[in-house]
């Protein structure tokens, strides 16, 4: 039977205070609908409990992809497709990227929400095994305030979550520990667009000296919620890939997974395709292994170029010649902790005039071109890191023109900014703040900038 | 006011439609769907699955393509709306609906709009995309005929001729 509007409440408080002291004055009677893409269908079908609703799509508190030094911070509102163009959490969470791809068709990821994709609390949700094999950590927050809860004790049982009436899901948390990591993930469904997983996989592995250092597995679809295979990660790490292990650890995830009986498939088929697609992620992880692990082929080039050359090899990741020698003559370096460590010192222990030729090398934000100086892969990655500015609106773009001009004139210097991810508008607020800033303490703020940006770029160089 | 009389007000909403301001009275769960055909009038804009899995409803609100079975229209209030209806300008049609024409991009026309403006969001993010980008681009629209050859290559076609600038 279809479902009659009048029967329904729907209101849009327009700000999240508002809404979360709507849900506290009725707790557990306000259903909280964000893009729609699970509610919408419920209400349609007839299917909806709920009779009050209450609008949270687009509130900007939610909205907000906010990166720091060790920490990416997704708001709950976020669509699918805010986070397929997000490139921090492309490069750090690939496979958070990957899911999003593939759930449902365009016009979906435009709507869907990965907060609505958690409390909807389906176990063929797709983000969510990506979620875990991140040790994604949850922001809720009520009128009374926020608590921080593990994703991995989110999810109790079939759709059921820890959330508590009157409690929103508010951000997602993921530390940047992964990025030294083989990303893979893979679902297994009826059709590659629109369908709903038999099986999806989410995975993490990392070699050391021929083996595996760690591997995380987490599937959705073989169980109840989302599930971590421990048993199967256990059998694998600290071992060489080879066709035995591959063989053992087929047979565990087949057994170590729960799956249901439903419309799309039998316990049988996912069971199979559980063990299959664990075997395939091993094998691609064994094959990588052997090359570039970590960016070691990159660096073990590098490391024996001469010194001038290695100098000039690494200068697009920052621009100042002595960070550049300073880099150089560290070497050997072996892996992307000593390389990122490196960069650090050497970057304090600069001159001042040494910064400004780094901050000298980039465009102005807002500007595609780069410096006639720069060299050709730092244009290239600063077109990739302003991609948000370069897609902004007009009047936010003449505004930041006009930030950069006030910028230039107070501290005659062009401002720097870590681009990657931020939005213009994200980028005005932090301008104009900055603007207020005395002499030194905004040197070493772009000095600390220009160091994030240092680090992304020198990931980039190492997958190079 | 009481509670059941609270629940059943309607409410007056108002966004723009094709350029055209527009306010109607609505309860504010009708979905946009409803309201462009039988309030406005706008029957363009198909109704298939009417659960986010066909693309027949497709419109694009703020430049964003969605599917207009699962937007209640108070969240709407505010939005710019461009329906099917919206693409021709002065009797002439647009570059992609020109080409979905000349390619035999439509056959009983139900996925028609849809595929269109998901096609028009597409070539606006990604003016020269590749066959692969097509097909990720449209994959949310369902054709029953199963005429995905020539509507893709209307795409291509309508990609080659720069359709949307």
């Known amino acids: ?464 | 006011m009481n509670e059941s009389s609270e629940q059943r007000a309607k409410c007056e909403i108002s966004f723009t439609v094709n350029g055209k301001l527009q306010t109607v009275h609505a309860y504010p769960m009708e979905r946009l769907l409803d309201v462009l055909r039988h309030e406005l009038g706008l029957t363009g804009t198909k109704e298939g699955c009417g659960e986010g899995e066909c693309g027949s409803c497709s419109v694009l609100i703020d430049g964003l393509l969605v599917n207009s079975c699962l937007i209640p229209i108070l969240q709407a209030s505010g939005a710019k709306i461009v329906t099917i209806e919206g693409l021709a300008t002065d009797g002439r049609l647009q570059f992609l609906q020109q080409s979905f024409l000349e390619c035999g991009g439509a056959q009983c026309g139900i996925c028609t709009p849809g595929m269109i403006l998901a096609a028009y969001h597409l070539l606006s993010k990604k003016p020269q995309p590749t066959l692969e980008e097509i097909r990720e681009g449209l994959s949310g629209n369902l054709c029953r005929c199963t005429g995905y050859m020539q509507i893709v290559e209307a795409v291509a076609e309508a990609a080659r001729l720069g359709a949307v600038r």
């Open chain 1, 1 to 464: 039977m279809r479902a009659h509007p009048a029967e329904y409440k729907l209101v849009a408080p327009g700000t999240l205070t508002a809404v979360l002291s709507l849900l506290a004055r009725d707790p557990g009677v306000w259903l909280p609908i964000a893009g729609g893409t699970d509610v919408m269908v419920q209400y349609s079908a007839g299917k909806l409990p709920a009779r009050k609703l209450v609008s949270i799509w687009n509130l900007p508190e939610l909205r907000r992809i906010e990166v720091s030094a060790d920490e990416v911070r997704i708001g709950a509102g976020c669509t699918y497709t805010d986070l397929r163009e997000h490139e921090i959490v492309n490069s750090e969470f690939a496979l958070l990227t990957s899911a999003a791809s593939w759930t449902g068709g365009i016009a979906n990821q435009n709507r869907g929400t990965i907060g609505g994709n958690i409390v909807n609390a389906s176990p063929a949700a797709d983000s969510l095994p990506a979620l875990l094999v991140y040790d994604a950590e949850l922001l809720l927050v009520s009128a009374q305030g926020e608590r921080r809860v593990p994703y991995a004790n989110f999810h109790i049982d079939y759709r059921k979550t820890r959330l508590a009436p009157g409690e929103l899901v508010r951000a997602v948390c993921l530390q940047k520990q992964f990025s030294g990591y083989y990303a893979h993930a893979r679902k297994a469904g009826a059709r590659n667009a629109q369908a709903i997983a038999k099986v999806c996989l989410a995975a993490l592995g990392r070699m050391a000296e021929g083996a595996v250092e760690d591997i995380r597995l987490a599937m959705g679809s073989v169980a109840p919620v989302p599930i971590r295979l421990i048993e199967t990660e256990r059998i694998v790490k600290g071992k060489q890939i080879d066709p035995q292990l591959i063989q053992l650890a087929k047979t565990s995830a087949a057994a170590e997974v729960r799956p249901i009986d439903d419309i799309r498939s039998t316990p049988r088929y996912r069971a199979a395709v559980a063990g299959n697609l664990v075997a395939e992620f091993l094998e691609h992880l064994g094959a990588r292994g052997s090359r570039n692990e970590n960016g070691k082929d990159v660096l073990a080039r590098w490391n024996e170029l001469p010194s001038l050359e290695a100098a000039q090899n690494i200068l697009p990741c920052c621009g100042s010649k002595a960070w550049a020698r300073g880099m150089a003559d560290r070497r050997p370096i072996f892996d992307g902790a000593a390389l990122l460590a490196a960069c650090d010192e050497i970057w304090k222990s600069l001159r001042e005039s040494d910064w400004l030729e780094a901050f000298r090398s980039h465009p102005r934000i807002g500007e595609s071109r780069s410096p006639a100086s720069a060299p050709a892969q730092s244009a290239a990655w600063s077109g990739g890191e302003q991609q948000k500015v370069a897609a902004a609106g007009e009047d936010v773009k003449v505004a930041l023109n006009e930030g950069n001009r006030a910028y230039e004139q107070r501290f005659k210097r062009i401002f720097i900014v870590c681009a990657a991810g931020k939005s213009a508008p994200e980028i005005l607020e932090i301008l104009q703040r900055r603007l207020q800033n005395d002499e030194k303490t905004e040197l070493h703020e772009a000095a600390e900038q220009q160091r994030q940006i240092a680090h992304l770029r020198l990931k980039k160089w190492l997958s190079s």
